[in-house]
């Protein structure tokens, strides 16, 4: 079974991410970057003179999206600037030698170094069948509930079962059950139920 710091630790393996957020427009923004450090959490830095930097000062909501070997792990949360900024950025560096060529020497401290304060770690594994996905909390997060559920309305015709993709509808007597971590939020139970039993949670 896989944990959450499995998770972190795959993440960080990785280093590599795509990091998005939230212009002044509105607009989406993400680009590439790297995981600096994990412990509960995930680290990163980043420039005060690059965009990415004001985004975060304005909406702190970002989210993460690490893929690997069909793999994916997505960390959505609130971003934080952290206080000591040069011991931060020096413990990043140590950690990341690679960095030193990028910003040598006191150039370095032109960064601001972020954690993700609190958010959710979902783990999407598309190798598997049925796929299996799992959520984790960071800090005080919540873990967002998404899919489809089958209600009481349910009349047990069965076809919700049929036409799932990973056959992750199980038969419970007089109604059916949508496994949540084998489930791929495709919808179509919900769009081929018969009696509108199946809604979008």
């Known amino acids: 079974m896989i944990s959450k710091q499995d998770c972190l630790k795959r993440v960080r393996e990785i280093i590599d991410a795509v990091l998005s957020t939230v212009d002044e427009n509105g607009n989406p923004q993400s680009r590439v970057i790297d995981i600096m450090l994990v412990d509960e959490t995930v680290y990163f830095l980043t420039a005060r003179g690059k965009n990415v930097y004001n985004e975060i000062e304005k909406n702190p909501h970002v989210s993460f999206l690490s893929l690997k070997d069909n793999i994916s792990i997505r960390i959505t949360g609130i971003a934080e600037k952290l206080d000591n900024q040069k011991q931060w950025i020096d413990k990043m560096f140590e950690e990341n030698k690679y960095m030193n060529n990028v910003y040598p020497a006191e150039t370095r401290y032109i960064l601001e170094p972020f954690y993700i304060k609190k ?83």
């Not at 996905?133 to 509930?145: P, V, W």
């Open 119 to 201: 958010g959710e770690i979902e783990y999407f594994d598309l190798t598997q069948k049925p796929i299996f996905r799992t959520s984790f909390i960071i800090g005080d997060g919540e873990i967002t509930s998404k899919g489809f559920k089958i209600t009481e309305k349910c009349i047990h015709c069965g076809i919700c079962e049929k036409v799932c993709p990973q056959k992750s509808i199980l038969d419970l007597g007089e109604i059916y059950k949508i496994q949540d971590n084998h489930c791929l939020h495709c919808g179509i139970c919900f769009e081929n139920c018969p009696v509108n039993a199946i809604i979008r949670i």
